[in-house]
């Protein structure tokens, strides 16, 4: 009997707090990435990371969020940090649609668009602002501008030079122009699509209305030459592939994005040329070598001619430049801290201007450009191997240390 009394007051203690918790937890608390319990008489809840207890028994995300920007995958729990596309970083995942792409930037209008990349994999992208995903039909010659290859059916990614470039197009692979006949694009009609190698060395079929160019004066009024289609004989092509024309400020990036033809140099989106004359006034068509580049290129350099360090501003120095077949002084910015007269290496070369060992050097015109112990002597300049034929230097004066 006492056996059955102390039963039944166990139960009833347990339909108590079976109550209490059912009437302190409602239905749905904490979900759906918790679930609620009662402490001490106290509903609360009890969430699965990277979720946390808050107000009102629901679960709150404490990690960043889709579009946001990120450092490393750490920072994006629900998927990771991608580094995509112009060193921009921010969270994304892998996707099968676009409704599961959703930009929680503030104060960022792009769209997030389910887009296949290069390896096959689809994953949350940010598109240009004020585009809108693609329906992943296009095929070869499609416009997928700022669209990227969200655009695109599959096989036919999307290539750009910006993601708001006019000429985006679906492309395909290719080996040569014929590959590329089935390519139309209706919405470019002064350009033709043939097949060229872009960077690694793949070639795909692209828009170009010529297929070489070595100035701009090559190209039709509305685009340039632009430097990164050079091939290995020194030719370029025609296009517009950033918003700023050139002489505009660009960012001082060699390979600017914002820039028409993509190269930036000292500040100033730059002109591709061959002769002085296709250079803005008081610019020459100078030869210099680029990063990561074996060959020389012709680019309109230059803001003014100097005679000597005196003639050029604050940050800029008198350097040898070559115009036509003779080398005169332009005023080009520094490019290292060491003045003229400091000791220098070739291999050890912090010069404002070079180092003609063993001292840094610059333009001159009479000895008192040089620094006190330097003298302003004519050298013959290297032009082209082998130096040791007279066709192939120019003479030029520079500060000579004694």
């Given at each position: 009997?006492?056996?059955?009394?102390?039963?039944?007051?166990?139960?009833?203690?347990?339909?108590?707090?079976?109550?209490?918790?059912?009437?302190?937890?409602?239905?749905?608390?904490?979900?759906?990435?918790?679930?609620c319990v009662v402490v001490n008489s106290q509903a609360q809840c009890n969430c699965e990371p990277p979720y946390e207890a808050c107000e009102e028994l629901t679960c709150c995300y404490t990690g960043r969020q889709m579009g946001e920007p990120c450092t490393e995958d750490e920072?994006?729990?629900?998927?990771?940090?991608?580094?995509?596309?112009?060193?921009?970083?921010?969270?994304?995942?892998?996707?099968?649609?676009?409704?599961?792409?959703?930009?929680?930037?503030?104060?960022?209008?792009?769209?997030m668009c389910c887009v296949e990349v290069e390896t096959g994999d689809r994953m949350c992208l940010k598109i240009a602002e004020g585009h809108a995903c693609g329906d992943g039909m296009g095929s070869c010659g499609d416009s997928c501008t700022g669209?990227?290859?969200?655009?695109?059916?599959?096989?036919?990614?999307?290539?750009?030079?910006?993601?708001?470039?006019?000429?985006?197009?679906?492309?395909?692979?290719?080996?040569?122009?014929?590959?590329?006949?089935?390519?139309?694009?209706?919405?470019?009609?002064?350009?033709?699509?043939?097949?060229?190698?872009?960077?690694?060395?793949d070639k795909y079929c692209l828009p170009t209305d010529k297929p070489n160019c070595r100035s701009?004066?090559?190209?039709?009024?509305?685009?340039?030459?632009?430097?990164?289609?050079?091939?290995?004989?020194?030719?370029?092509?025609?296009?517009?592939?950033?918003?700023?024309?050139?002489?505009?400020?660009?960012?001082n990036q060699t390979f600017e994005t914002t820039c028409a033809n993509l190269l930036c140099l000292e500040g100033i989106c730059r002109t591709i040329c061959q002769v002085n004359s296709d250079c803005p006034q008081d610019m020459i068509c100078e030869e210099i070598r680029l990063p990561n580049w074996d060959d020389g290129i012709r680019i309109c350099m230059g803001d003014a001619t100097c005679i000597g360090p005196d003639d050029c501003i604050e940050?800029?120095?008198?350097?040898?430049?070559?115009?036509?077949?003779?080398?005169?002084?332009?005023?080009?910015?520094?490019?290292?801290?060491d003045p003229v007269g400091t000791e220098c290496t070739d291999a050890d070369d912090r010069c404002e201007v070079f180092c003609m060992e063993p001292f840094c050097t610059e333009w001159c015109t009479i000895e008192r450009d040089c620094p006190k112990g330097m003298t302003c002597e004519i050298i013959h300049f290297c032009l082209a191997e082998p130096c040791d034929e007279p066709k192939n230097t120019a003479p030029g004066t520079i500060c000579m240390g004694t």
């Open positions: 009997m006492r056996s059955t009394a102390i039963l039944l007051l166990f139960t009833s203690l347990l339909f108590l707090a079976c109550s209490e918790e059912k009437d302190l937890c409602p239905e749905n608390a904490c979900e759906p990435h918790g679930s920072d994006c729990p629900l998927g990771f940090c991608l580094d995509y596309f112009f060193d921009e970083k921010y969270c994304t995942s892998t996707c099968e649609s676009h409704d599961e792409c959703i930009d929680h930037a503030v104060a960022d209008a792009r769209e669209s990227l290859s969200s655009a695109c059916a599959p096989g036919h990614p999307c290539l750009r030079r910006s993601d708001s470039d006019p000429m985006a197009i679906c492309s395909q692979p290719c080996l040569i122009d014929e590959d590329c006949q089935s390519c139309d694009a209706p919405h470019l009609p002064v350009l033709v699509i043939t097949c060229i190698t872009i960077a690694g060395g701009d004066a090559a190209c039709p009024p509305y685009q340039v030459c632009s430097y990164p289609m050079l091939d290995v004989l020194g030719e370029g092509r025609c296009g517009i592939w950033g918003d700023r024309q050139p002489s505009e400020a660009c960012d940050g800029e120095s008198c350097w040898p430049t070559l115009n036509g077949d003779s080398l005169e002084g332009w005023c080009r910015a520094s490019e290292g801290t």
